[in-house]
């Protein structure tokens, strides 16, 4: 990210990278959740002061076994979920469609796969010639033949809580292109073993857009968006050009109002019905009535009054008091 604050505290819709992949966890309600943290440890349980999550310090930071193993002693129930924090799209209905699927099995390791046109930066995974999972590639070490792989790896796992699983965890070796102790060798490791590795797949690569870079955050930040305009217009919104309009997941708005282009919608933002909204309009954590007119305009912390116009070129603040109906 070549940035001074860690990746995962970088935000789209509102939110941290982390702070998205949380919300999708909550409503599965887990019987806890541990945060490892590395680098901007400090940073990462700051932002995080309000949630009742733990955590676990990976002081140097050597790959993902090396992070797992530091949470080991948290770690009481008989299988464990393992996400990477990175993955902000994922949705909850996805999420528990992996545990349930893998409910009856008896393996130590299931994974979440799915396929992408450019598989390019995902670890690929290999199958034999029954279908059987052999092992995950990461993009450094694989051969010209491995990348054209169209399977990936999302990085989401369900391991079982035994001495077998952190025995192998524990053996790993870091004679990689990274240098770095991989989670993933434990796919090779069980299948040389005969014991068997289950893939789950999903079609849906979007959910499982792992963040490494800032386009890759402008990307995250589109489908956030497109998906919160997507749901408002299923409740009755008009959004006349979405590609054109940002509004943050925890806006809301009413029936029959009209969002035009050039306009963003950000924070615990409320919107009544029949209201019209941009273009080139500019809410932030404020009130809006209904059958309200903003155009051209800034109205933050605030709120404006049913059926009041907030004319062009006009800022209204907390201060201003000048969206309020007398």
């Known amino acids: ?11 789209i819709g509102g939110s941290s990278l982390l702070e998205h992949l949380l919300e999708s966890l909550t409503p599965l309600k887990l019987n806890k959740t541990v945060v490892v943290v590395g680098y901007g440890a400090e940073q990462v349980k700051n932002s995080l002061s309000n949630s009742n999550l733990e955590f676990v310090l990976q002081e140097d930071q050597k790959g993902t076994a090396h992070a797992l193993q530091q949470a080991r002693a948290k770690l009481k129930s008989d299988r464990f979920l393992v996400f990477p924090g990175d993955l902000p799209l994922i949705k909850t209905s996805s999420i528990r469609q992996f545990i349930e699927s893998t409910e009856e099995s008896n393996t130590n390791y299931s994974l979440f796969t799915t396929k992408r046109s450019d598989p390019s930066g995902y670890g690929r995974v290999k199958r034999g010639a029954s279908g059987r999972v052999l092992e995950i ?168 009054s049913d059926g009041k116009e907030v004319e062009p070129f006009q800022y209204i603040g907390p201060e201003t008091g000048a969206g309020e109906n007398k």
């Open 1 to 11: 990210m070549k940035s001074e604050v860690p990746k995962v505290l970088h935000e």
């Open 137 to 304: 590639v990461e993009e450094q070490d694989a051969t010209l033949e491995e990348k054209e792989i169209k399977e990936i790896n999302t990085g989401v796992y369900i391991l079982a809580n035994r001495e077998e699983l952190w025995a192998e965890i524990d053996s790993i070796d870091s004679e990689n292109a990274q240098n770095e102790f991989y989670l993933t060798d434990l796919v090779q490791r069980f299948s040389s073993k005969g014991k068997n590795v289950e893939a789950i797949t999903r079609d849906a690569p979007e959910e499982f857009l792992g963040v490494n870079t800032r386009q890759e955050l402008a990307r995250a930040g589109e489908i956030i968006h497109s998906r919160k305009a997507k749901s408002i217009m299923e409740g009755g919104v008009t959004v006349t050009d979405p590609g054109k309009t940002i509004i943050e997941p925890a806006v809301t708005v009413g029936r029959d109002t009209v969002i035009r282009p050039f306009t963003t919608l950000k924070g615990e933002t409320e919107i009544g019905s029949g209201a019209e909204i941009g273009p080139n309009a500019e809410v932030i954590n404020a009130t809006i009535g209904d059958k309200a007119v903003i155009s051209h305009a800034v109205v933050r912390d605030s709120k404006v």
